[in-house]
Structures are given as C-alpha cells and as structure tokens.
C-alpha cells in the first residue's frame, strides 16, 4: 500500500506517469467517468480548506466514487481528545483513500502509519503538501511543456508556505533549475533547504525587493503571509502587504513569465494583474483537479 506524504515519495518517472495520466483524463474524460465507482475517498481536514478539499471531491465524484469527511476539527471528535491515530483507525472501515490536512507537522505521517488505506497529505502544518506541488508541477509542464531549465522566483512567505517548501523539494529533482528566493528577512526559506540545494549543487539566490529580480524569471511563484502560524499579529500586519505584484511590475516581467499562485490570494496579487494572459493561478486549479484524479486512481491501483 502506498501513502503520498511529501513528494518525493514519487520518483521522477513515476511523476511523469502521473502527469500524462492527467492530461488522458483531460482530454477523454467520459473514459474515466467510472473509474471508481463503489471506491469511497474520506476528507479529513482538520483546518480550513477551500481548494484542495472540494479539489479531492470533485476529482473523486468526477471519476464515479463517492465521499465523506468533516472540514473542520471542531466538527470531528478530534473537539473531545481523540487521536489522529485511532481517527484513521476508524476511517480506514468506511473509506478506501483519505487526504488529510493537519495543523501539525508530521500528522499525516502517523496518519499512515495506522492507516489501512493509502493516505494523502493535504497539508502539514508549515510542514509540506505534496498535491499542491502536483499541481504546479503539472501546471508548469502543461504551460512550458517541461520540468527543466527554468529560474523559478519564489516570493512572500517562504519561512511558514508549505507549498513552497514542497515545491523546492520536488523541483530540486530536475535538471538546470536556478532558484531565487524573495521574501523579507523576517520570512526566509528555512536553512534546511538552503543546505540541502547548496549539498545538492543547485543555485539559488536569496533578495528582498521583487522588483530586482522580476525581469529575470521564467516562472513567478507568489504566496500570501500564513497568518494563522505566526506567534503575534503585529508582526503579521506589518510583513502581510510587503509585496502586492501589480500591472506596473508586470511590465518588467518577460512575456513568457508564467505567475502562480497556491491560492488564497489576500493581498499580493492585484486583481488587475487577472486578466494578464501570464497570469496562470486559476487554470492552476484546473490542473489541480486533473493531478488529483491521477494520484486517486494511481494510489488505488486503478487502470482504466
Ligand atoms: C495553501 C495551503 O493550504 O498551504 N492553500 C492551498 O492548499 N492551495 C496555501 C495557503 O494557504 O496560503
């Protein structure tokens, strides 16, 4: 039985198989309309969701399955002291999948670990979340038509974005990557993955001002300041508009500099930057949905 914890527990190969499976099911869905009919898929969400929850159900209900879950710990007896563990102990009898997201590092690790059902990290606490960065990936190697050879600017909340964590992860796998890493001193990458890139050999370069950079970025990564994991909201309020990517940045941008975003978006992207043909973050969604019917129908062992 196999679990999606982070992302590197696909190999690269293994990866490619997925996102080609994602574009089959795009492109003929009525093939896989019941792929999983009778499979149920739990959603264990344990903090607030809007994409990456309705992303699992759509995708499940979109191949023939059915689900369950709670989108809230208040709303689980998680509220009267129960485990994480004895929790997947007991879904693991009414579902044949969770994903799970947890305010906790970790969590989904023991999820698995009890689990009798495959197990899909939705979210970690600033941890990691292995099926956003599915997505991007999948977004970018359906917008560039590959994986490799980009400068990927990375900006805002690098310290606490589990996406981003995520994201670096994964893309230190492929080959000729260059990172650069915008973000206020307060909200730096961690120093666990700035050694594990200079370990690895790959270049990455750390500045503050987005402006100095945007000109040379094949791909822009943009992410909101993770209210919710900082220790005083003063802090917050005073890092939270520290970029808002707007039209006038935008034209220092090259015409074929694609912007992602994990969404939500609070501030950082200006709602005029939307109409920009660059500006990806909602055919991103799309992509999600796609990714995450591949990994359903991967994890189950399913061919259809
Ligand atoms: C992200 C998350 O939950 O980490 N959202 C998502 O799943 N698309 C990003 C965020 O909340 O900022």
């Given at each position: 039985m196999r679990h999606l914890l982070?992302?590197?527990?696909?190999s690269v190969g293994e990866l490619e198989q997925l996102f080609d499976l994602a574009t089959a099911i795009e492109q003929d869905r009525p093939r896989y309309a019941?792929?999983?009919?009778?499979r149920i898929l739990a959603t264990l969400f344990y903090e607030p969701s809007t994409r990456t929850r309705l992303s699992f159900e759509s995708a499940m209900l979109s191949l023939g399955g059915q689900v369950l879950g709670f989108a809230g710990a208040d709303n689980s007896s998680a509220s009267k002291g129960e485990s994480v563990a004895d929790t997947i102990r007991t879904v693991s009898c009414f579902a044949d999948i969770a994903a799970m997201r947890h305010p906790k590092e970790g969590a989904a690790m023991v999820a698995a670990t009890y689990a009798t059902i495959p197990v899909i990290n939705a979210g970690d606490g600033g941890h990691q979340h292995p099926t956003q960065t599915l997505t991007d990936l999948h977004t970018i190697r359906s917008l560039?038509?590959?994986?490799?050879?980009f400068t990927i600017g990375l900006c805002g909340d690098l310290k606490f974005g589990r996406t981003v964590h995520s994201l670096i992860n994964a893309m230190s796998r492929y080959d000729d990557i260059r990172f650069v890493f915008i973000s206020p001193p307060e909200l730096r990458v961690p120093d666990y993955i700035t050694e594990m890139l200079t370990e690895k050999g790959i270049p990455y370069t750390e500045c503050i001002k987005l402006d100095d950079v945007i000109?040379?970025?094949d791909l822009l990564y943009m992410t909101r300041v993770?209210?919710?994991?900082?220790?005083n909201e003063e802090d917050y309020v005073r890092l939270k508009d520290f970029y808002v990517l707007n039209r006038r940045l935008m034209k220092q941008a090259r015409e074929d500099m694609y912007v992602l975003h994990p969404?939500?978006?609070?501030?950082?992207?200006?709602?005029?930057?939307?109409?920009?043909?660059?500006?990806a973050y909602f055919r991103q969604v799309q992509y999600g949905k796609y990714a995450r019917m591949a990994l359903i129908l991967t994890l189950l062992g399913i061919e259809a």
């Open positions: 982070t992302p590197l527990d696909f019941h792929a999983c009919d009778g560039k038509g590959r994986l490799c050879d000109g040379d970025l993770q209210r919710e994991r900082f220790f969404l939500p978006r609070v501030n950082e992207i200006s709602v005029k930057v939307d109409p920009d043909p660059r500006a």
